[in-house]
Antibody, heavy 117, light 107 residues
Framework: EVQLVESGGGLVQPGGSLRLSCAAS????????MTWVRQAPGKGLEWVSS????????YYADSVKGRFTVSRDNAKNSLYLQMSSLRAEDTAVYYC??????????WGQGTLVTISS | DIQVTQSPSSLSASVGDRVTITCRAS??????LAWFQQKPGKAPKSLIY???TLHSGVPSKFSGSGSGTDFTLTISSLQPEDFATYYC?????????FGPGTKVDIK
């Protein structure tokens, strides 16, 4: 059974940092591109970042570029999102997703990040 | 960046209705368009990629069409489990962008 399980969400003060993790199982993790998508409360979906299977190519939304860093450890079947200089507008449920350039095959259940003083 | 719009933003429909949602990209994206369904409190579910190819396990009542800048998602006969919010997303060029969503609720 394919599973993507996010963790690491929580309440952080503005300007703080947080590291999200996504543990993958049930498929060959290293062969898939991985993506972070977020959803602010009551809002739509926002693509955040993608990383190819070998980590050769990494992409970010303009809204997080320079503040967020995506990485993966294929030996541990894990995806990460290091978030720094956090702002109130970063408050959202963060989903990890796996697939190819052409399609997202798998979604996690999401982890909530709240930025507030 | 490529902007993606959807219309309508919401619609009310009855069980058995045929429903069509439109997605428009601000520039030619060929067929690099996906559709997702999301129910309240749940993760999105992938429905369609490459504008018209159904993901495995997605029922054939869903169909997608279009290329270039204009795309549609059609649900041929709306069922209770189809009431949800639907999003399109372009993946022709990074940064990938989602449409704002179309909420389908019960009339």
């Amino acid at each position: 059974e394919v599973q993507l399980v996010e963790s690491g969400g929580g309440l952080v003060q503005p300007g703080g940092s947080l590291r999200l993790s996504c543990a993958a199982s049930g498929f060959t993790f290293s062969s898939l591109d991985m993506t972070w998508v977020r959803q602010a409360p009551g809002k739509g979906l926002e693509w955040v970042s993608s990383i190819t299977g070998s980590s050769a190519y990494i992409y970010y939304a303009d809204s997080v570029k320079g503040r967020f860093t995506v990485s993966r450890d294929n030996a541990k079947n894990s995806l990460y999102l290091q978030m720094s200089s956090l702002r109130a507008e970063d408050t959202a449920v963060y989903y990890c997703a796996g697939g190819t350039y052409e399609k997202i095959d798998y979604w996690g259940q999401g982890t909530l990040v709240t930025i507030s003083s | 960046d490529i902007q993606v719009t959807q219309s309508p933003s919401s619609l009310s429909a009855s069980v058995g209705d045929r429903v069509t949602i439109t997605c428009r990209a601000s520039q030619d994206i060929s067929n690099y368009l996906a559709w997702f369904q999301q129910k309240p409190g749940k993760a999105p579910k992938s429905l369609i990629y490459a504008a018209s190819t159904l993901h495995s396990g997605v029922p054939s009542k869903f169909s997608g069409s279009g290329s270039g800048t204009d795309f549609t998602l059609t649900i041929s006969s709306l069922q209770p489990e189809d009431f949800a919010t639907y999003y399109c997303q372009q993946y022709n060029t990074y940064p990938f962008t989602f449409g704002p969503g179309t909420k389908v609720d019960i009339k």
